[in-house]
């Protein structure tokens, strides 16, 4: 990316100056996405690192107690998990349909406190039916990461939003990470006030991410036009750059219309479909990797902290594959390559047929999966927003269709299935496997798409300045493939 851009440079050199174009001028584009990016991925990134703290931290707390205490049994305890998935399923659409009627300063911030609560509230359920209120509840998180994607694509081009939203879904393996270490100290506060420490660990981890968002109204931002961070000359140049790139300056309100419009697309369907064959394995690994820990032989407190460095990988192997993917301008093979790294894992996980007289070896394999699942769901998780016109309502479509993955992931995971789990694990390697076929299938339509479109119009870049633009469906737009 060139250091210095002036806004002629990104309309083409156009020699009609207009009032935005003579105020931009100056204007250093690398410095400004600089600015912007410190300014929005940690405000939203530790919001999401909060969220899947929150739904990820039940599989530390089953193993320091939690189903003695609730008086569950463990196929009781996977319902539980289910039931988050029902909820989350069930918000995501009226989360967002919130964002676009409110601002993200008001909704981002509010919708946190509402899950932190419910977080909280989970470390004085005494019952089953208090256990499954608050896991459904605590679906109310659905509405971040959809709405995160469409702010973002507010603020950047189509071919930066893949990195960012890459980044900002890498908070999920630092949550994993966290939560282990967390997790670990906090299960030492066992006998304080509560027998076992897995009350607190819902209640601290609560009411931190109740604290933080709460702050967060005042440093979450809402859209370019009131930023006070911004200058007015950056405000115009950021809608200049835009203008040229993508439909993101186009006043997209919400329409029952564009809701239709989705449903009848089928490559939304097959954005579903990629996010649908990840969820399973990103979920049974995130909920589920305490147990697998565990019952390789080691106690609760060993467990805890084994999971920090498989997630610490994978934080970086999301990263580096994101920096690649926008580097290289390639989406459909990194993250089918990444599916196959993961389907290697789970090979090496059901080859093991001694896990507890060979620890390592599946120790081993949980580096494969997480260091494969965690890139391959970002980049298919930010591939909507580089091409869908109606970007809030396709990317909760993804992720609904996709998140009903994980609610069969939940029952994968049985107490009697351990040490070796090899319904979870063969369950997770199939559909990592329909992975790499739905992102090649995928791939390949959207390269045809756009060589039969080439044969029919040239495309255009400045597409927020068109009159008559008709979105993705327009023969000028080109696909990101």
């Not at 594959?321 to 993250?335: H, K, V, Y």
């Not at 044969?455 to 633009?469: F, P, T, Y």
Request: proline share 4%; glycine share 10%.
């Amino acid at each position: 990316m060139a250091e210095k851009k002036t806004v002629e440079d990104v309309a083409g050199g156009d020699s009609g100056v207009s009032d935005s174009e003579t105020a931009g001028s100056q204007i250093n584009e690398g410095a400004l996405l600089r600015k912007l990016d410190l300014r929005l991925l940690p405000a939203v990134g530790v919001l999401y690192l909060l969220s899947f703290l929150d739904r990820s931290n039940v599989g530390n707390a089953r193993i320091e107690g939690l189903l003695s205490d609730v008086h569950m049994t463990g196929n009781q305890y996977l319902t539980g998990l289910t039931l988050y998935f029902v909820g989350y399923v069930l918000f995501e659409i009226p989360c967002n349909i919130i964002l676009k009627r409110t601002t993200p300063r008001i909704w981002l911030p509010t919708l946190t406190i509402i899950w932190g609560v419910v977080a909280t509230l989970t470390g004085i359920v005494h019952n089953l039916a208090g256990f499954l209120v608050s896991r459904f509840f605590l679906g109310t998180e659905s509405g971040l990461f959809p709405g995160v994607v469409f702010y973002f694509s507010m603020w950047y081009k189509r071919r930066e939003r893949q990195y960012r939203i890459s980044l900002f879904f890498s908070a999920a393996s630092l949550a994993g990470a966290f939560g282990g270490i967390l997790a670990y100290g906090i299960g030492r506060m066992r006998g304080v006030v509560w027998e076992n420490g897995w009350r607190w660990i819902f209640i601290l981890e609560g009411i931190l991410t109740v604290v933080v968002a709460a702050a967060a109204y005042g440093f979450i931002h809402n859209y370019p036009d009131t930023s006070k961070f911004l200058s007015e000359d950056e405000r115009k140049f950021i809608h200049q750059r835009l203008a040229a790139d993508s439909d993101a300056t186009h006043d997209e309100r919400f329409t029952w219309a564009a809701v239709v419009e989705a449903l009848k697309d089928p490559n939304c369907w097959l954005y579903g479909l990629g996010f649908h064959t990840m969820s399973l394995p990103l979920y049974t690994l995130s909920l589920f990797l305490p147990t697998i820990i565990a019952n390789l032989g080691y106690t609760a407190a060993t467990a805890q902290l084994l999971t920090v460095p498989p997630y610490a990988f994978a934080f970086i192997t999301t990263v580096s594959i994101a920096i690649l993917s926008e580097r290289l301008g390639q989406r459909a093979i990194f993250i089918g390559g990444s599916a196959i790294f993961a389907a290697i894992g789970y090979a090496i996980l059901l080859s093991n047929t001694d896990p507890v007289g060979r620890p390592g070896v599946s120790y081993v394999g949980v580096f494969f999966s997480a260091g494969g699942i965690y890139p391959a769901t970002a980049l298919v998780l930010s591939w909507p927003a580089i091409n869908i016109w109606y970007r809030a309502i396709g990317n909760a479509m993804q992720i609904s269709i996709g998140n009903l993955g994980a609610v069969l992931g939940t029952q994968l995971y049985r107490a009697t299935d351990g040490p070796r789990f090899i319904v979870g694990h063969s369950l997770a390697l199939a559909y990592l496997v329909a992975n790499a076929v739905v992102v090649t299938i995928l791939g390949i339509r959207l390269k045809r798409e756009n060589q039969r479109r080439q044969a029919i119009a040239e495309e255009i870049k400045h597409v927020g300045e068109v009159v008559d633009w008709r979105g993705d469906s327009d023969p000028r737009w080109r696909f990101e493939y």
